[in-house]
């Protein structure tokens, strides 16, 4: 990958051609793609190379704020089309030679990079704080008689069975016994449920499942809580 020399003529058409399709190096949004390809150029393209012309202009515009953008500086090599080859010739090391005190490159990748770190760190810290907060969760209040065959059945065995289904989103409250008629007994009982979760079909599908001791099941109350 590449675009060739970048200082050349040759190089700026290349990079004119790539960007006939895209607004920048990488991605959707100014980054650190686009600073080191504007960084490499000697200036900005002639008028006849439109694209790259739209394309220097616009990341000029982000100079003062060119440490904050996203992303990490990578070699020229891994930028541009495949196929093509970089070549662009390094700054010379005489260009900074005049204030041997100030590593201009070294501190702006420096920067770069802990700007980035920053950020990331800060990003991570939000969606941390964002995650602990309490979701909404709908539930409700449902009291259901469960009807067994006959004055036979065994109802702490049933009532054991019921409170055996055990699914997420569930959570089973007081029951009783109450009378139906010839001495047959009817368990209600309590339970609360996430809406997202549990249903009132399925718990009388699980219920009525334990056909030696259930005959039917019935919502004898239903509440939004």
Known sequence: MGFGDLKTPAGLKVLNDFLADKSYIEGYVPSQADIAVFDALSGAPPANLCHALRWYNHIKSYQKEKGSLPGVKKPLGQYGPAGVEDTTAAAPAAADEDDDDIDLFGSDEEEDEETTRIKEERLAAYNAKKSKKPALIAKSSILLDVK??????????????????????????????????????????????????????????????????????????????
């Open 148 to 225: 067994p065959w006959d004055d036979e059945t065994d109802m702490a065995k049933l009532e054991e069975c019921v409170r055996s289904i055990q699914l997420d989103g569930l959570v089973w409250g007081q029951s009783k016994l109450l009378p139906v008629g010839y001495g047959i007994k009817k368990l209600q009982i309590a339970c609360v449920v996430e809406d997202d979760k549990v249903g009132t079909d399925q718990l009388e599908e699980l219920i009525t499942a334990f056909e030696d001791f259930v005959q039917s099941m019935d919502v004898a109350a239903f509440n939004k809580i």
